[in-house]
T-cell receptor, first 114, second 115 residues
Framework: SQKIEQNSEALNIQEGKTATLTCNYT??????LQWYRQDPGRGPVFLLL?????KEKRKERLKVTFDTTLKQSLFHITASQPADSATYLC?????????????FGKGTKLSVIP | DTAVSQTPKYLVTQMGNDKSIKCEQN?????MYWYKQDSKKFLKIMFS???????INETVPNRFSPKSPDKAHLNLHINSLELGDSAVYFC??????????????FGPGTRLLVL
């Protein structure tokens, strides 16, 4: 069966450290993978998209990697701050290129401790 | 300006009632979606609607029906509400269907509680 798994439901790290969140998938061949941030009581907000032919993407303190052999994406936040505390969701297109629907993982709740 | 808006923000109702949630986007996007986020925070696609093409998640009961009066609006009508329908419902939109990788813009959510 098809699955998207994010490594842990919750992750606590110290301010200033690098947070690393994992997204693994099985039985999909996505053309791209996206990461979203969701704050309590709000809708998800798009952060980064990485395509199947890209190994790494960066945006300010954020970095995403995509390994289609391992079927895994890693999401890094460097120099983490308490304001980075939120739930982070990975999402992919379940039918590969040609689909505009997204399937989301259950998310990882990140808490950055001052 | 709010890009994707939903009304109402909160909806408390009795079992068996029929209710509607409205969604509007001012981004000029071609595709709109409805998602359900349950108590475990799992975000699940219910419908996507593009240029009068409706794609339904087969697990969605037929008590749920999307209605799109125009490209900027996608409303969700729910008949005979059940306790299990209690959740947060998110509307979203995306553009550039040609690239098929459109990022999605979400509304603030409608918190539905069925008593």
């Amino acid at each position: 069966s098809q699955k998207i798994e994010q490594n842990s439901e919750a992750l606590n790290i110290q301010e200033g450290k690098t947070a690393t969140l994992t997204c693994n998938y099985t039985n999909y061949s996505p053309a791209y993978l996206q990461w979203y941030r969701q704050d309590p009581g709000r809708g998800p907000v798009f952060l980064l998209l990485i395509r199947e032919n890209e190994k790494e993407k960066r945006k300010e303190r954020l970095k995403v990697t995509f390994d289609t052999t391992l079927k895994q994406s890693l999401f890094h936040i460097t120099a983490s701050q308490p304001a980075d505390s939120a739930t982070y969701l990975c999402a992919l297109d379940p039918r590969g290129a040609g689909s505009y629907q997204l399937t989301f993982g259950k998310g990882t709740k990140l808490s950055v401790i001052p | 300006d709010t890009a994707v808006s939903q009304t109402p923000k909160y909806l408390v109702t009795q079992m068996g009632n029929d209710k509607s949630i409205k969604c509007e986007q001012n981004l000029g996007h071609d595709t709109m979606y409805w998602y359900k986020q349950d108590s475990k925070k799992f975000l699940k696609i219910m419908f996507s609607y593009n240029n009068k093409e409706l794609i339904i998640n087969e697990t969605v009961p037929n008590r749920f029906s999307p209605k799109s009066p125009d490209k900027a609006h996608l409303n969700l009508h729910i008949n005979s509400l059940e306790l299990g329908d209690s959740a947060v419902y998110f509307c979203a939109s995306s553009q550039d269907l040609g690239k098929r990788e459109g990022t999605q813009y979400f509304g603030p959510g409608t918190r539905l509680l069925v008593l």
